[in-house]
């Protein structure tokens, strides 16, 4: 039953200043008004509401109340339930709940009564959806998420129009307030998936998430110090879409433009919109040069050094792959002071102006690799074995994944040159024994390799024809597995 939160307006005008402080934040609105002959007091942020809107909802209620009701007909509540001229009508009956939703963007109304309301008329500062830059295609949808979490609904449910679609909202974070959602489709979802998420939401008690969905995936899955993601990550509607259809669960948090996706594996990071959009003949190509720009990224550099360091076991039509001359500086030493390089170069092209962007790129390619060929710091070998590294780690459509596969790779370097051939293999086997220990979510990260699942497998290794009627994935416990 509803009840009101203040004596009077003036009562409510005391709390709010108490909160806010009067005069202290500029952006807080506090305006004495009247709907139809009741006097309110409405309480705003200004930047977060749609000031036209506003103004045409409190000219609608200035009619005169005879095209209501009388006024003693009505009682406040009546009035803001039945009249006012706006879909979005909220009353509440906790002070805190009221001031979230204001902080949040609302409006507030509070009636001569004491009564509370808010009206949704948002309008968050941000931009249009557009093509996320590390996801394009050549064909496809050309809209991608936003920062504006009631955008990125939007967007999912014009795809998926079934009322089984769920967007459950909570506020997280004591002080930060961050708007989050679980997205899911009902009856296709794990239900244990759900619940945990939501336990786990629920024990953040945190001051604020502003690194919004990085900072919520360290506290969900306690990440720590492991390398690898553990959620996927995509600024695609359609992709998470697809991956909702599939019994996965997507997270989406304001002020985001990446919805995370759960439960995943590594080879969910390997995927990509694009092999969808081809023929499957195309799509199942550009998935192999993909799986095996995977496998080459993580082995391919150290592999050139062990035979570069073992040269007496290289058979004889194999001899062209080592260098000629050997240099000033260790071999091993060439290849990290390169790596380290190309990193630097990354960070300097990701800080640096747009304009200036491509000239940078010149002179650190082109100018300081020859020079450093020329003096003697690098021989020509480091240089194109550590650039074809670069590029196979540039073909992974998941940064994430890249930047662990670039520390896999290092170690595994770190190894050969301490241990020779022993160092190689084994750290291979322990780079690999690592990841089939992971399981976030209870769900193991190297499936359907380990465990081992040949079906699965091959749909991960060929692009099957839409037509050819998958399954849904094991590793979401899909009550519903048929998809057609």
């Keep these: 039953m509803n009840q009101s939160l203040f004596t009077d307006i003036h009562d409510a005008e005391s709390f709010v200043y108490s909160k806010f402080g009067k005069g202290e934040s500029f952006d807080v609105g506090v305006k004495h008004a009247h709907i139809w002959s009741i006097p309110s007091l409405l309480v705003y942020m200004n930047g977060l509401i749609d000031s036209m809107m506003l103004t045409q909802i409190l000219t609608l209620t ?10 003693a007909d009505i009682n406040e509540i009546e009035a803001m339930n039945s009249y006012f001229p706006y879909h979005s009508v909220t009353i509440y009956d906790s002070k805190d709940a009221w001031l979230s939703a204001v902080l949040s963007g609302q409006l507030g109304i509070v009636t001569s009564d004491g009564y509370v309301f808010t009206i949704d008329v948002r309008s968050y500062p ?25 955008q990125n609904t939007a967007l999912v449910r014009r795809r998926i129009r079934d009322v089984s679609l769920r967007f459950e909202l909570t506020k997280i974070s004591t002080r930060g ?24 939401m629920e024990k953040i008690h945190h001051d604020g998430l502003t690194m919004a969905d990085k900072a919520l995936e360290e506290w ?21 879409a697809a991956h909702l259809l599939e019994g996965h669960i997507a997270i989406m948090v304001d002020t985001s433009p990446s919805v995370i996706l759960v439960p ?9 919109a694009e092999e969808f959009r081809q023929a499957p003949l195309v799509g199942t190509f550009v998935r ?33 792959i080592g260098p000629k001359e050997i240099g000033e500086v260790p071999i091993f030493l060439q290849i990290i002071f390169a790596s380290l390089g190309l990193e630097f170069l990354r960070l300097a092209a990701i800080h640096t102006p747009t304009p200036l962007s491509t000239a940078m790129g010149l002179v650190a390619a082109i100018i300081i690799g020859q020079i450093a060929i020329d003096v003697g710091l690098f021989i020509p070998e480091v240089v194109l074995y550590s650039a074809v590294a670069a590029i196979l780690t ?23 040159a301490t241990f020779g051939t022993n160092g190689f293999f ?19 990260y190297l499936w359907p390799l380990v465990p081992f699942f040949p079906k699965a497998l091959a749909r991960i290794m060929i692009r099957f024809p839409s037509s050819n009627g998958a399954l849904r994935p094991f590793v979401t416990h899909s009550p519903n597995r048929k998809r057609s």
């Excluded at 200035?62 to 006024?71: D, P």
């Excluded at 307030?177 to 786990?200: C, S």
């Excluded at 995943?264 to 990509?272: G, P, S």
């Excluded at 050139?304 to 007496?312: A, D, I, N, Q, R």
């Design 126 to 150: 941000g931009r249009q959806p557009e093509e996320p830059d590390n996801e394009k295609v050549i064909r496809g949808s050309r809209d991608g998420f936003t920062e504006n979490i009631l």
């Design 394 to 416: 540039f073909s992974l459509p998941s940064y994430e994944l890249g930047v662990a596969i670039k520390i896999f790779m290092n170690m595994l370097l770190i190894a050969t």
């Design 177 to 200: 307030q961050t708007d989050t959602v679980i997205a899911y489709v009902k009856g296709l979802a794990n239900e244990q998936h759900i619940e945990f998420l939501r336990k786990r």
């Design 426 to 444: 084994i750290g291979i086997l322990l780079i690999f024994m690592y990841l089939v220990s992971i399981k976030p979510m209870g769900v193991p």
């Design 288 to 320: 192999m040069m993909r799986l095996s720009g995977f496998f080459l990224s993580l082995l391919f550099l150290p592999f050139w050094y062990l035979l570069v360091k073992e040269s007496g076991h290289v058979p004889q039509f194999m001899t062209f």
């Design 220 to 240: 969900i899955f306690k990440q720590k110090f492991h390398p690898v993601p553990f959620v996927r990550y995509t600024e695609r509607a359609d992709i998470c």
């Design 62 to 71: 200035q009619s005169t109340q005879a095209q209501v009701k009388r006024k």
């Design 264 to 272: 995943t594996t590594i080879f969910h990071h390997l995927q990509h």
